[in-house]
Every structure is written in structure tokens, then in C-alpha cells.
């Protein structure tokens, strides 16, 4: 069944140790739509600029993207320049110009409406909560946020937070938001807000779900019930930029295929957002999540699984 | 069958945000032997100064501990008192007296010859290598070492690793041993040192084993075989002292118990490590670690089973 994710569709420039990338597609939209396209059919709202042609347009098409609820502004689309040189695991921000995105209002095409499920990747959270609002019929709500939101927008993002019932945030964020640094009680905290699961991401480790009100047949947080999905060890990381989207690209898009929500269903959604990370920071960009299969995808699962797996 | 471990008897004064504790029985030795006992027969290589009494020596012989190769000597035992104030994962060291320790000259009990399995715990690689010398009948040896010696000793530690079948090691140490960041590099290079096995504790989030030479019926190091094992999630970690020793105890008890070295076994005994890891944080010092039944040590095996597995 169709997501609608609404999000960043911009333009990169990257170092890491392996290299560099200039002016590559990127944003978090991007990177989840292309993780997504592999299990689901994705519908994208964005915005870009006049520097958004037809090449990368194709990008999205050839995955079968809906990109009909893309806005094109006059103007620049969203820039962002970073750096891993120093650490793989965490970007230094070099440049940030929301340039489009400044003034984005985002529009809903009708075609979109019958959606079931819907992403709210990470934007402002005035602007996640107005697309959530317009889409009340949709089955599963999941959303993403970052420290910006988290440290100076908190009264916004906890109004959208009560409508998320799947969060997917990293362990830095979760210690944030809940004000703890403690993995369980900041979890805890975490779903008192309104998702009923939370999605902690561990980056090199894997990420650990935890549960709050029932969701997928699972209920209530006690300590039996946390699941946890691996990372792959990677001889080389060669770009980090968008493994947390393409995370969320894969376990929603899962999710989304499935006819029916079971605990089963969510753990394995786990895993394929592990798989769709791994993929994306082989290469620069979005390089390698553009040029997969779904054989590939599935032998890494099983992969992930004998990483894993006792028997 | 049998394990010989030789490493520190001690006593620890630790402070934590959970309270603080004075004087306890500690040591690498320690916590291997306890962790150890519930699966197979321990006998301990050791020195002790008069400040160890029948109280101490109880906990060991409770446990059905051979303590025959702890040597009493003049003076006090060896002190190590630490702060995890600032980090839960990382110990501020306070003060360390090595005391009896200094001058210690590990000589092996006639009784502990037939042991089929032997480790090295946490001392200097010069007297790991002494025994590990002293008992060339061995089957499998287990090792383990820390920043000071990688440091400051390499040499006398590239001797030792040389003759360790299984290294047990955390992120840290791994990557200053072998100098480099990358996991999966740094591993391949700790491998070209000796050991056949290489596990990689990551703390809260478990550990991985990667694999060189073949043992256990594993062999080399390709992308799909690393094995990784979780932590589990705790709402209150206690004091962190010792759980790395328990995770070998555990580890290698498990290992020792089993009548064949198969790559199951090998598996169970990462799940049994991080199990025994689990239980000791959760109270000061040995305490929770000597109070444990088999029953428990399975019932979490089980949950480990749960928070990992996908069926």
C-alpha cells in the first residue's frame, strides 16, 4: 500500500575520507523514497528549485516515485554542505542554505489522499503536523527529527509527536528529547509523548524498538519486549549522509507491503531498514540505493539474519 | 571440562550514580571464575595479600572454585578504586595499588595440569605468556588485555597473542591495537596477530566476533561471518565493574561445558557472555553474580533469544 513522505528533496556536497561528492541529490525525502521504492509504491511532497531538472527528476521516476506533490519554487532547492573527515559517525555542518525550503508550504495532491501510510521525515515540525492533519485517514503515521527541532522547536515537535505512532530517532536524539540518559527510561519517556514504538538507531550497532501502547499486536514496554536488529560491519563506510533515511526508507516501506500488522511483520521491518543503511553508505550519495535489486536486498537480509541468528 | 584462569584477585572501591561501595572482592579472576562456575569446574592462578580471609575465600569454594593456585603473600592484596561518575561506560581510575601483585610469579597447582582450557585474564601479557607456556596441553586459550599493555608492552603482548586462540577485547582496544578506526579492518589485523577468533565487546550494545584461521568449524574472515551478539537494555546499570570479565566467564564457561567446538557453540557462548555481562551491573560488585541459579542464566538466555530473533 501507497506512503505518502513528506521531507527534504535538496542538494549535497560531502567529504569523508574516501573522498568527496559535489551538488549530489540528496535529502532526507530522497534518501527514504529510493529506500521505500524497493518494497512499496512512494508518493513524495517537497519542494525544489530551478536547479532541480530533469535528470533528477528521473531518479525518482525510474523508481516509479510519484513526484506530482514536488513543488517547483523559482530559486535555489535546499543546499547542505558537511564533513565526516573528523568522524564517520557524526556530520560537522559546513553550509545549510534552505534556500526554497524557507518559505515551503506543503500542498497534498488529491491523487495522494488515499494513502495508508505517511512519513514526516525530518522538517519542521509545524510543517510535519500540518501534512498529518490533512491526511487523518491514513493507517500508520511514522516521523523522524533531529536536535534542532528537539532543543528550540520542543512545543511544536511534542504537538506532532502525539500523532506519530512510529518514531524513528538515534540514540543522541532519544537522550534529547526524554532528558535522560538512561536507554530505557529515555524510551520510556519518549512514548509517554505519543508514539506507541520507538525506533532508537545505534548507527555502526544496529537500533533497538521499544514499545509503549499496542501497536502490531505488541504492547507495553516491559523488559522482554525491546527488539534488536543489527548493523552490518562495513570494511569501508564511504558516505554515512542519509543511512538513518534510507533506515526509515526500508522499515517503513516494509511495513507498508505487508497485508497485515504483526509483531513478525515489525522485526522484520528491523531488518530491512538495517539492509537499506548498509547499501546507501557503500557509495557517495544516493549512488548505490539507486542501482539495487530486490535479490540483492533480500541476500543481505538473510545476511543480517545469520549475523544474528543462533540456528 | 576444566578451565585454569590466571589473572587479578583484588578489591575494588567503586562509586557510580547509583551510590558507591568500599572494599568489595573484585579482579579480572574474579568475575571470570564466579561467571564461569555456573557452567563448568574453575580453578584460579593467582596472589593475594593477608587482607584475603575465609570470607573471600569462601565466595570462590561456594562456587565449587578450585582456589589451590591463589598464593597468600606478605602484605595487602591488590587495590583499584574508580569512578564512573561522569561515564557509565568508562571507569575514571582513582587510585591502583598493585601491592602483592608486583612482584607476582604465577606457579601452577600439580592438580590444575589436566585443565583443558585455559584463560588469560587481564595482566601482564609477560606472565600470560609464562602460563599460557606452562600448559601446552591445552585445547583452547582465551585471552584478554587492556590499553596499558597495548600501549606500553606491545612487544611482550604480540608474544602472548601469538599463543591466545580466542581474544576477547573491547571497541577501544581493538582499534589501538590493531591502528585503525574501521571495525572490520582493525579485526583482520588483530587476526594476523594470532588469535582465531576475535570478540569485540561494545558495551551496551553487545559484541562481535570475527573470525581468522578456522576454529570451531568457522573460517575466515568474509563479509557474512562476523557473529554479533546484544546487550541487554537495563533500566538501571548498577556498577559497570567486572562485566566485561563476566561476558568471558560466561563466554568461555559455555564454551567449556560443551562436549564439541561447533559454530553453534560458539554462538550460544556470545549470548551466555553478554547474559552473565547482564547480571553483573545490575548490583555492586559480585553480589548479583554470586547469587545467580542456572534457571535465571537460561530464563535470559531466552530473552536475549527474543530481543535478537527474528521467529
Redesign the interface.
Known sequence: MAITVVGSVAFDSVETPAGSIDRCLAGAATYFSLAASYFTSVRVIAVVGEDFTAKEEAVFTEHGIDIRGIERAPGKSFFWRGSYLDN?NEAKTLQTDLNVFATFEPRIPEVYADSQFLFLANIDPVLQKRVRDSMPGVKLVGGDTMNYWINDHRDNLLKTLSGVDLLLINDTEAKLLAGT?????A?QEVLRMGPKALVVK?G???A?A?FGDEIFGIKNGQ??H?????A??????VDPTGAGDSFAGGFFGYIASQPELTP?VF??AM?YGGVMGSFTVERFGTERLRQLTREEIDQRFE?F???????
Do not use: C, M, S, W
Open positions: 564517520l540518559k538512561n536507554p530505557i527510561k524510551a545505534h555502526e550497532y544496529g533497538t521499544f523488559p522482554t525491546p527488539f534488536r536488529a543489527p552490518l560491519p562495513l570494511t569501508e563506510v513478525a522485526k522484520r531488518f545476511v539474519r545469520q549475523l544474528t541468528h543462533l540456528d
